[in-house]
């Protein structure tokens, strides 16, 4: 599998990024004026935005989910929807672990939820903690790490991480779905104050000249699916209805009980909570969702991602009105999928299709894009090559720094980023290098091309 070979093909064509009066543009070697503009080369920024538990339901994606804000930055010039892109483990904390580090869980050895790849894996360097090293102001809020581990402080971060609490509002785990009446608005609830301040930071970053990476973590579509009543009513009931392969696998056998869990979410609330714990179980461990549920848990699944769509349409309109888009590139990811009755199931933690399938969008300012509104239907390589490929985009110099010996140094860089597509090789001493231009597209004419 392969990830991000649209942002080497970008770096190989246009080589130096330079911004020329407020509009990117590329130049020669010499930095000299093109169409009576002064060239200045300067580094790019980086939005960096992460979705919890989202499948690609967006509309741009063919999903249920009205979904304007993302659509937009999907059709934007310069912008590529990865098609194909799955993640390494479908649960949070190895999912994020693998993606923020460029390492597969196998050797994070993050598989849960409570593990600490510095203390369990090695000391290995982050995609914040990248930028931060290269005089980057990095910035994050909400959840971006998986919880716990002190957002990986202070190594990733410029400021003091951001948490916004709404004392329980959005987590009413009740009936696992709640729709928050109307006398609260989105700014009264967790998701949209990191909305808010994701707004406040970018203002912020408008008055510096220092390039920024900014990180902002929505928790929805998690469980529960707690947004304001207006979500719901974006949905005709009518229309919504089951998955379409809603039965367990035909001859699974002994697998089930290691790979297949119908309940894995519903179980901690509402009707499944209780139906579980009645004795007797009135629906036994792997019993299905009732139709009925289940129909009202995909309607709040996507309200859920219409409220996270609305959250992230805020940070990009700011993002647009700050006057640094053109200088910005743009990455929106989910970190796994979730399976909403699919053969049966409603959770993730499997390796299906619908689990471990997420949403990945890139948007490349001007300077950088070949097109707009481009697919891709290449099978990512699970988000593992984020800090090579964004690294590299923004003309900064990556370093692995890894706490392990030179072998293992020449495995990792080799091993993660297989055939080159990362950009990089493996030097004598173990380090990863910058591929030659001669190099990456000898290895990308082995994969489809882009459609």
Not at 66 to 72: G, H, S, V
Not at 75 to 88: H, K, L, N, P, T
Not at 288 to 310: E, G, I, M, N
Not at 428 to 443: H, K, L
Request: glycine share 8%.
């Amino acid at each position: 599998m392969v990830v991000f070979a649209f942002v080497l093909f970008v770096v190989v064509v246009f080589g130096d990024v330079v911004v020329a009066d407020g509009n990117s543009s590329n130049s020669g070697g010499d930095g000299r004026q093109q169409g009576g503009h002064s060239l200045q080369q300067q580094k790019l920024n980086v939005l960096f935005l992460v979705s919890d538990d989202l499948r690609p339901e967006l509309g741009v994606y063919g999903g249920n989910a009205i979904t304007p804000n993302l659509d937009k930055l999907a059709s934007d010039e310069g912008a590529v929807v990865f098609d194909r892109a799955y993640v390494q483990q479908a649960i949070c904390c190895p999912s994020r672990s693998s993606f923020l580090t460029s390492r597969r869980p196998d050797t994070t050895k993050v598989w849960d939820l409570k593990t600490y790849w510095r203390q369990a894996g090695g000391n290995f360097t982050t995609l914040p903690q990248v930028f931060k090293e290269q005089g980057y102001w990095s910035v994050g809020m909400g959840k971006v790490f998986h919880p716990g581990f002190h957002d990986d402080a202070p190594y990733s971060w410029s400021e003091p991480y951001f948490h916004a609490a709404d004392h329980g509002l959005s987590e009413n785990m009740t009936h696992c779905f709640y729709a928050i009446p109307d006398d609260y608005s989105d700014e009264d609830v967790t998701d949209g104050m990191l909305a808010n301040h994701a707004v406040a930071t970018l203002q912020k970053a408008k008055e510096m000249t220092t390039p920024f990476f900014v990180a902002v973590g929505l928790h929805r579509p998690h469980l529960p699916w707690d947004v304001p009543q207006k979500y719901f009513d974006m949905y005709n009931v009518t229309n919504i209805t089951l998955a379409d392969h809603n039965t367990p696998p035909k001859n699974y056998g002994d697998a089930k009980q290691w790979s297949w869990d119908p309940q894995s979410g519903p179980r901690h609330c509402g009707f499944m909570k209780n139906a579980s714990a009645a004795s007797p179980p009135a629906i036994g461990e792997y019993g299905l969702v009732p139709d009925w549920l289940a129909l009202k848990f995909r309607h709040a699944y996507y309200a859920s991602v219409s409220a996270t769509d609305r959250n992230m349409g805020l940070v990009l309109d700011t993002l647009e009105e700050s006057g640094k888009a053109n200088s910005t590139i743009v990455v929106f990811i989910g970190d796994h999928g979730w399976q909403l009755g699919d053969l049966g199931e409603f959770g993730k933690k499997t390796n299906f299709e619908r689990a471990t399938r997420a949403p990945l969008i890139i948007r490349v300012p001007p300077i950088l894009e070949d097109g707009n509104g481009l697919s891709s239907r290449w099978l990512s390589r699970a988000f593992i090559c984020f800090n090579a490929s964004l690294s590299y985009l923004v003309g900064t110099i990556l370093k692995h720094r890894v706490s392990a010996t030179v072998q293992q140094r020449r495995e990792s860089c080799e091993n993660e980023c297989p055939c080159r597509v990362c950009g990089h090789y493996a030097d004598s001493d173990g380090s990863c290098r910058s591929a030659s231009p001669s190099i990456v597209p000898t290895c990308l004419n082995q994969h489809p091309p882009l459609h």
